[in-house]
């Protein structure tokens, strides 16, 4: 038996008491991923309301064969579907596009599986039916984060600053990376900046929290 897909006025979804302009800022372009093709008829209308740009997509297969690192700034998946499920999405997400943020759909029964998906990297997740003022607000959100990891892309950290990352990474100090790689401690603390400057970040933690939500913490 099929439940009702979304909470809300489907001709009303823009009244989510923020302005179009305020929520989507720029026209983002959207992937929702769900078998159910009430699911995504009502995800994009919603999206779309607030001036976003759709793509959906029935299937893992068929979204990963658009997915790009710049052909998307969120991706919403459904968490349980046939074949391949929006975990084996996320984790082919996350190695296209590790700053991409995923937001997960879920019913109340699938709630330890999104569980999870954030500890794999999902951004969050979002119980169905689709409840109109929470939806929005996790894209928001979700796309804030995006934002930030936006800085990222088009700056690639150097050889040489990725080699120092996975040695902060390791919990060496700016002493012990200099000794370790036979460079004076000055230079370490200036590829330090570099890497704490395009990661958008101030402070260790931060940095291994958004290191390792782009996969930069994997050795190559």
């Known amino acids: 038996m099929r439940v009702n897909c979304v909470v809300g006025k489907k001709d009303n979804f823009a009244a989510t008491g923020q302005e179009p302009s305020e929520m989507a800022g720029k026209k983002a372009h959207i992937f929702v991923v769900d078998d159910d093709p009430c699911i995504l008829e009502a995800a994009c209308a919603m999206l779309e309301s607030v001036r976003y740009e759709c793509s959906c997509f029935a ?14 700034e969120l991706l919403i998946t459904d968490v349980k ?64 984060v995006n934002d930030m990891n936006g800085h990222m892309v088009g700056k690639s950290l ?40 395009k990661l958008n970040v101030d402070n260790v933690v931060d940095l291994v929290k958004r290191a390792t939500s782009m996969g930069l913490d994997a050795e190559e």
């Open 81 to 144: 579907m046939p074949g391949r499920d929006g975990m084996d999405l996320l984790a082919a997400a996350k190695k296209i596009a590790p700053w991409l943020p995923v937001v997960v759909m879920t019913s109340y029964a699938d709630i330890p599986m999104s569980v999870k998906a954030v500890k794999a990297g999902a951004f969050d997740f979002v119980e169905k039916p689709l409840v109109v003022d929470s939806f929005l607000g996790l894209v928001e959100a979700a796309l804030k």
């Open 158 to 197: 150097t050889k040489t600053e990725k080699i120092v990352l996975r040695l902060i990474l390791r919990g060496m100090s700016n002493k012990g990376i200099a000794y370790t790689l036979g460079r004076s401690e000055r230079t370490i603390e200036v590829h330090r900046s570099h890497i704490m400057h």
């Open 59 to 72: 299937d893992v297969t068929s979204c990963l064969a658009q997915l790009t690192p710049r052909s998307c």
